[in-house]
C-alpha cells in the first residue's frame, strides 16, 4: 500500500521555466491538498480539492494552479517558476467527512524544489 | 480568525528527560487539535488528536497531549524522550470549511542529545 506518492522528489529550476507536480494516492480519497512548508513558515495551504474534477484555493494560491482530471491524483503547476516558490511541497489526503469520523489526513514525503 | 502558534522554534532535551511542546490556538468554537512529527526527509505523521470528551489524549511513541480550554492549548508530552524522538512537530487545528483543511503552527524542531 503506498499510501501518498509525489513525484519528482526533488527538482531545480531555473526562474521563468514551468513544472508540474504529481500526488497521486491509493486510498480512495476524496480530499486532496497542497502545502509548501517554508522555514518559520509551518505549512501553508496552496490550494485543495474535495473531489474529481473540484479544486479551491487555499491560504497561498498566487503563482500555481491545480487540476484534479483523476480522483488518485492532484497536480500543482508552476507556470513560470519564481525564487520566491522555493520551498519543499507536501501532498495530502483524507477521506471526506467531518473530521470526528476518524478522517485522519495522510502526507507524502515532499518534494524539494529549488528555483534559481 | 484561527491561527496556531507554537512558541518554540527549537528545543534540545537530553535523552530520557520529559518534554512539553507548546501549542496555543486562536478559535472561536471547540476546535479539533492534532500533533503531527515531520521526520528528516520524510513526511507528516499524525501523532494523536483531540476531538472533544477527554481532555487528555493519547498517541502513538508514548506521547500525549492536554486540551485546556481556559488557556487555549494543546501541549505535547513525553515522560522519558529517546533519540529517535529528534523531529520537526506540528501543532494544527481544524476542520474549518469546505474541504475541512488544517491550518499548522510553524513547528518545534527537537534536538535530543545523548
Known amino acids: 500500500n503506498a499510501g501518498v506518492t509525489q513525484t519528482p522528489k526533488f527538482r531545480v529550476l531555473k526562474t521563468g521555466q514551468s513544472m508540474t507536480l504529481l500526488c497521486a494516492q491509493d486510498?480512495?480519497?476524496?480530499?486532496m491538498y497542497w502545502y509548501r512548508q517554508d522555514p518559520g513558515m509551518g505549512l501553508r495551504l496552496i490550494h485543495y480539492?474535495?473531489?474529481?474534477?473540484?479544486?479551491a484555493k487555499g491560504e497561498v494560491p498566487d503563482g500555481y494552479n491545480v487540476s484534479r482530471l483523476k480522483k488518485q491524483n492532484f497536480l500543482l503547476g508552476l507556470e513560470s517558476a519564481a525564487p520566491s516558490q522555493t520551498s519543499v511541497y507536501f501532498c495530502?489526503?483524507?477521506?471526506?467527512?467531518?473530521?470526528?469520523?476518524?478522517?485522519?489526513?495522510?502526507f507524502g514525503q515532499g518534494t524539494r524544489l529549488t528555483v534559481v | 480568525a484561527q491561527s496556531v502558534t507554537q512558541p518554540d522554534i527549537h528545543i534540545t532535551v537530553s535523552e530520557g528527560a520529559s518534554l512539553e511542546l507548546r501549542c496555543n490556538y486562536s478559535?472561536?468554537?471547540?476546535?479539533?487539535l492534532f500533533w503531527y512529527v515531520q521526520s528528516p526527509g520524510q513526511g507528516l505523521q499524525l501523532l494523536l488528536k483531540?476531538?472533544?470528551?477527554?481532555?487528555l489524549v493519547q498517541g502513538i511513541k508514548g506521547f500525549e497531549a492536554e486540551f485546556k480550554r481556559s488557556q487555549s492549548s494543546f501541549n505535547l508530552r513525553k515522560p522519558s524522550v529517546h533519540w529517535s524522538d529528534a523531529a520537526e512537530y506540528f501543532c494544527?487545528?481544524?476542520?474549518?470549511?469546505?474541504?475541512?483543511?488544517?491550518?499548522f503552527g510553524t513547528g518545534t524542531s527537537l534536538t535530543v542529545i545523548p
Open positions: 483531540y476531538f472533544s470528551g477527554d481532555t
Open positions: 495530502a489526503s483524507r477521506r471526506a467527512g467531518s473530521l470526528t469520523m476518524n478522517t485522519e489526513a495522510f
Open positions: 486510498m480512495n480519497h476524496e480530499y
Open positions: 480539492s474535495v473531489g474529481e474534477g473540484t479544486t
Open positions: 478559535y472561536g468554537a471547540t476546535p479539533y
Open positions: 494544527a487545528v481544524g476542520p474549518l470549511n469546505t474541504g475541512n483543511q488544517f491550518y
